[in-house]
């Protein structure tokens, strides 16, 4: 089925340790997002690229690096995991650039992740 | 700053009952409205989108509103199932500039039998 697939689904972290979320498209979109979503927050920017090879830092980038690898992949890296990073994390997409009125997001299944 | 403010922040009702979710927005000059459904440990699907020029707009058992003079949008669900249970989120995108949307922080509807 075309969507958007985030890998793994749960992670647990120990403070300090780094790792690599997944995310892939196959719905051809030029524009993925990286959110995290915290209990009464809401879902937070953390970096976007809006077409292949570019990248940009939303709302809560600081912790984060991203790489768009090509169309297809946008990964989201923690180089050094903190407690106040576990949240549920989303990647989407969408078509053309932006939010236009006949797109919107896909959005992925979520990665939970928990930084002990 | 654009701001996306939803009221109530959560939301107890009885299957079969209708509910009203709101929505006020700050972001200006506005391009469109979305509100989303969130099911627990899943990601957000859209249900409906509603540009400036359009008041209401159907989907099923969930009929939105915009006012857009007001900045004023509401998602009424009618005839509740146990399924309706979720967060629903608004979403609002400005023309121009940035075309990075500004989401609400959601509304939790929990439908009991």
């Known amino acids: 089925n075309a969507g958007v697939t985030q890998t793994p689904k749960f992670q647990v972290l120990k403070t300090g340790q780094s790792m690599t979320l997944q995310c892939a498209q196959d719905m051809n979109h030029n524009s993925m997002y990286w959110y995290r979503q915290d209990p009464g927050m809401g879902l937070r920017l953390i970096y976007y690229?809006?077409?292949?090879?570019?990248?940009d830092k939303g709302e809560v980038p600081n912790g984060y690096n991203v790489s768009r690898l090509n169309k297809r992949e946008f990964s989201l890296r923690l180089e050094s995991a903190a407690p106040s990073q576990t949240s549920v994390y989303f990647c989407?997409?969408?078509?053309?650039?932006?939010?236009?009125?006949?797109?919107?997001?896909?959005f992925g299944s979520g990665t939970r992740l928990t930084v002990v | 700053k654009n701001q996306v403010e939803q009221s109530p922040q959560s939301l107890i009702i009885l299957e079969g009952k209708n509910c009203t979710l709101q929505c006020n927005y700050t972001v200006s000059p506005f391009s469109n409205l979305r509100w989303y459904k969130q099911d627990t440990g899943r990601g957000p699907v859209s249900l409906t989108i509603m540009t400036f020029s359009e008041n209401t707009k159907s989907n099923g058992r969930y009929t939105a509103t915009l006012d857009a003079d007001t900045k004023q949008s509401s998602l009424h669900i009618t005839a509740s199932q146990l399924s309706d249970s979720a967060s629903y989120i608004c979403v609002v995108s400005g023309s121009g500039g940035s075309y990075i949307p500004t989401f609400g922080r959601g509304t939790s509807l929990i439908v009991h039998p």
């Open positions: 690229s809006a077409s292949e090879g570019t990248t």
């Open positions: 989407a997409s969408s078509d053309p650039q932006g939010f236009g009125e006949n797109n919107g997001y896909t």
